[in-house]
């Protein structure tokens, strides 16, 4: 879904030195893929998403987005974009943020209301609709970031540093967040120094350095038979046979459920509820395991 | 596309209407307290028995308090547009969404013009009523091409540097000097092909300044006089959204 062709970034002000911020980067992200890009402050994480957002261009080498260039995609459809510092008129309070932000998203005005309360209650927003965003903590300015990102459907979601000043709860609410978004047709892209936290929510991590691909994702090995896991199945229908094979399974929106499970009784529940007739369009493991690929890698370079 | 962005017309007014209109309007005030203060006007000039000498004075006190709406309602325009979405970095949240940066900008920007419209036509239509008689039409039109001349070089500099809004008053400063130069110039029997030729290249603001009183008067003016402004504000408005167009975001 999203492709980045041995891209070349390099920032030519008009004087002093020209800086290369990504060189020669090659990624690929799936739909139906939590892609993280992790590494230090200045390594090229913000310039990347800037590229798949389209808001520049690569000096070198190409972008795609759904085989589109970025620009073109987003006009089109859109992207569900976090930033890393919430960038909106500080005198503007949440709700109004949200309901002028849910009007450009295309969300219907007769659901408008209904849309910004979900997402309110979603991210633990409720008390502070009425707050302006320049009175907000840093915590609840990231989760404004979220919120307004969220407040429509789009295929392709881009979240950068969103673990910058945010509180353990809040850490909760974003992980149950990434895995109700996941789906078969989607594409996430998260960016974050935090490495060990990226481990847990992406599927695989690349390391950034200094602009150049230090260590490529690598896939999350299987998970392990004998361990429970979460896992997200998302049913394109026979979703309320899920309850009845798995009792503890928590519904997610859009026929999506968590269900914690070994592998083994989770392909036992599956048959069983193809054997209810209900028909399955994926299953993805929610979290990450305790594989620590990136760190190594972080390691490597560090030594 | 166009629904979204036609749905959001309404709190792009509202920003207007709160954040950039009083801030016109006072600067109307404050320039009429100025011409008042400067030729002498006191309130005795607006006794209906007073000599047409002094009616005079008070239409044009008029006609320059209509010039100063009208540039303060072009150059605000664009005030909180452009240059400053890219440089606050709103652009890159807003624009995330399937939306055309130049149609919400253009959209923005014709917006704050009719309202400059309707409140010049507004305010027209009270002195109308309270003084003497004056185009409702006309003072609707010269607001309007306040706004195109003014507002479309405003929009023109935005797009291309966060300092805009200095720019423009050095660049209309600028022309007013150079106009009065060669005014000077003129009486003195004198003339300067390159003062001549500055005044072509700098915005027409003097042209505009000197339009209050025909239009007021109800389109009594030389269309060639007119067509100079008309053409400056086409142009920049159509380089303003081929730039947009080209680099929708700051840098």
């Known amino acids: 879904m999203i492709e980045l062709s041995h891209v070349s970034k390099t920032y030519a002000p008009r004087f002093g030195r020209s800086a290369r911020a990504l060189d020669d980067v090659s990624l690929r992200v799936a739909a139906g893929e939590v892609a993280g890009i992790s590494g230090p402050a200045g390594a090229g994480k913000s310039t990347l998403l800037s590229l798949v957002l389209g808001h520049e261009r690569p000096t070198s080498g190409t972008v795609r987005v759904d085989g589109a260039e970025p620009r073109r995609f987003v006009q089109r459809e859109g992207v569900a974009y976090s930033p890393q510092r919430l960038t909106l008129p ?5 709700v109004d943020a949200l309901t002028r932000l849910a009007m450009l998203s295309g969300v219907r005005a007769s659901d408008t209301r209904t849309r910004v309360d979900s997402v309110l209650r979603e991210l633990g927003l409720a008390d502070e609709r009425r707050a302006r965003l320049k009175a907000l903590p840093p915590d609840a300015r990231v989760r404004v970031a979220l919120a307004q990102a969220i407040l429509a459907d789009r295929r392709v979601i881009v979240i950068d540093e969103p673990l910058d000043g945010l509180g353990a709860e809040s850490q909760e609410i974003l992980r149950d967040l990434i895995v109700r978004l996941r789906a078969f047709d989607r594409a996430i892209v998260i960016a974050s120094r935090d490495t060990a936290e990226l481990q847990r929510l992406a599927d695989r991590v690349t390391l950034l350095d200094r602009g150049r691909v230090r260590r490529a994702g690598v896939a999350r090995p299987a998970t392990p038979a004998n361990v429970e896991t979460v896992f997200h199945i998302v049913l394109h ?47 993805t493991p929610a979290h990450a395991s305790a594989e620590v690929n990136v760190v190594e890698s972080l390691d490597q370079v560090s030594s | 596309m166009r629904g ?77 547009l452009v240059a400053r979405h890219r440089h606050r970095g ?39 009523a309270a003084v003497h008689n004056v185009s409702l039409p006309g003072v609707a039109a010269y607001v309007a091409l306040g706004w195109l001349t003014i507002g479309g070089l405003g929009l023109l500099l935005s797009t291309v540097t966060r300092f805009h809004a200095p720019l423009l008053v ?21 003339g300067s092909a390159i003062v001549d030729a500055l005044r072509y290249l700098l915005p027409p603001g003097h042209v505009v300044a000197s339009l209050a009183g025909p239009f007021s008067q109800g389109f009594a003016f030389d269309l060639l006089t007119v067509a100079w402004p008309i053409s400056f504000g086409v142009v920049c408005i159509t380089a303003a959204l081929v730039l947009l167009r080209k680099r929708p975001f700051g840098s």
């Not at chain 1, 500080?90 to 949440?94: A, F, M, P």
């Open chain 1, 90 to 94: 500080s005198r503007w309070r949440v």
């Open chain 1, 237 to 283: 229908h026979g979703a309320d046979q899920v309850l009845a094979v798995f009792p503890s399974a928590i519904s997610l929106g859009r026929g999506a459920y968590a269900v914690r499970a070994t592998l083994a009784s989770l392909n036992r529940g599956l048959r069983e509820l193809i054997d209810r007739g209900a028909l399955i369009a994926a299953v």
């Open chain 2, 170 to 190: 050095l660049l209309l400063v600028a022309d007013f000097a150079c106009d009065r130069y060669a005014a000077g110039l003129r009486a003195a029997g004198s």
């Open chain 2, 90 to 128: 709103y652009d890159r949240v807003i624009f995330s969404r399937p939306l055309d940066p130049v149609r919400y900008y253009a959209q923005g920007f014709v917006l704050a013009g009719l309202t400059a419209m309707l409140i010049g036509a507004a305010g027209a239509e009270v002195y109308g």
């Open chain 2, 4 to 80: 979204r962005i036609a749905a959001y017309a309404g709190a792009q007014l509202r920003d207007h209407l709160v954040l950039r209109a009083p801030v016109i309007l006072i600067l109307t005030v404050l320039g009429a307290w100025a011409y008042a203060a400067y030729t002498g006007l006191t309130p005795d000039a607006f006794d209906p028995s007073a000599s047409v000498e002094v009616r005079g004075q008070v239409e044009r006190a008029f006609h320059a308090v209509l010039a100063t709406f009208a540039f303060a309602g072009g150059a605000l325009a664009v005030q909180g």
